[in-house]
Nanobody, 123 residues
Framework: QVQLVESGGGTVQAGGSLRLSCVVS????????MGWFRQAPGKEREFVAA????????YYADSVKGRFTISRDRAKNTVYLQMNSLKPEDSAVYYC????????????????WGQGTQVTVSS
């Protein structure tokens, strides 16, 4: 069973940066599309970014396009989310997810999810 462990969350001032990491174990990393979702209190979970198994194709939510970058490192079985120019509305718990199908992952139906890491952006 694939296991995901996120890290890198924290508290930062508006305009600052954070880099989230998600380490994958128990599966073949190169076979999976990877993605990030987030959920703020009282709101539904929403898609943030996704990357194909090859790393060639990436998708972003309009709200983060130009500010966030998703990447993956095959040698470390890790996917990253570099977050720049953070805004208070980016505050949420960020979850890493995995699936063999990028389309399914983007729809929020990934087969495995991490426990989440809290990101708080102060104004």
């Amino acid at each position: 069973q694939v296991q995901l462990v996120e890290s890198g969350g924290g508290t930062v001032q508006a305009g600052g940066s954070l880099r989230l990491s998600c380490v994958v174990s128990g599966g073949t990393f190169s076979s999976y599309a990877m993605g990030w979702f987030r959920q703020a209190p009282g709101k539904e979970r929403e898609f943030v970014a996704a990357i194909s198994s090859s790393g060639v194709i990436t998708y972003y939510a309009d709200s983060v396009k130009g500010r966030f970058t998703i990447s993956r490192d095959r040698a470390k079985n890790t996917v990253y989310l570099q977050m720049n120019s953070l805004k208070p509305e980016d505050s949420a718990v960020y979850y890493c997810t995995v699936d063999r199908l990028l389309s399914q992952l983007r729809a929020g139906a990934g087969t495995s999810w991490g426990q989440g890491t809290q990101v708080t952006v102060s104004s």
